[in-house]
Nanobody, 125 residues
Framework: QLQASGGGLVQAGGSLRLSCVAS????????MAWFRQAPGKEREFVTG????????SYADSVQGRFTISRDNAKNTVWLRMNGPKPEDTAVYYC????????????????????WGQGTQVTVSS
């Protein structure tokens, strides 16, 4: 089970950090990712991280502004949003992908096995 939090209203150019806490003993083996869905749009990949933080991947739209990180001892993954823009307004979802330790980050939401409930992020101009 994944529980996302930290969303809210933020001014453009500000900063926000989302958290996602997982229950269960297998978190440290999961690839973790954040997706987002804006009104009227499909859910899209934002960023992902491998089990040991060895590799991260970002959508072009957030590269250089957002940072994903994780702490396996705390069963937590974070999304730091620096310099958010109004177009970043969306419901943000954390997702977990089971697999072997060489499992890579995927941008395909169908590859993910578990999803959090979503947290709303609204960026004002």
């Amino acid at each position: 089970q994944l529980q996302a939090s930290g969303g809210g209203l933020v001014q453009a150019g500000g900063s926000l950090r989302l958290s996602c806490v997982a229950s269960g003993p297998s978190f440290s083996t999961y690839v973790m990712a954040w997706f987002r869905q804006a009104p009227g749009k499909e859910r899209e990949f934002v960023t992902g991280i491998t089990w040991n933080s060895g590799r991260t991947s970002y959508a072009d739209s957030v590269q250089g502004r957002f940072t994903i990180s994780r702490d396996n001892a705390k069963n937590t993954v974070w999304l730091r949003m620096n310099g958010p823009k109004p177009e970043d307004t969306a419901v943000y979802y954390c997702a977990a992908r089971e697999g072997l330790l060489n499992t890579v980050v995927s941008e395909d939401l169908q590859r993910y096995d578990y999803w959090g409930q979503g947290t709303q992020v609204t960026v004002s101009s």
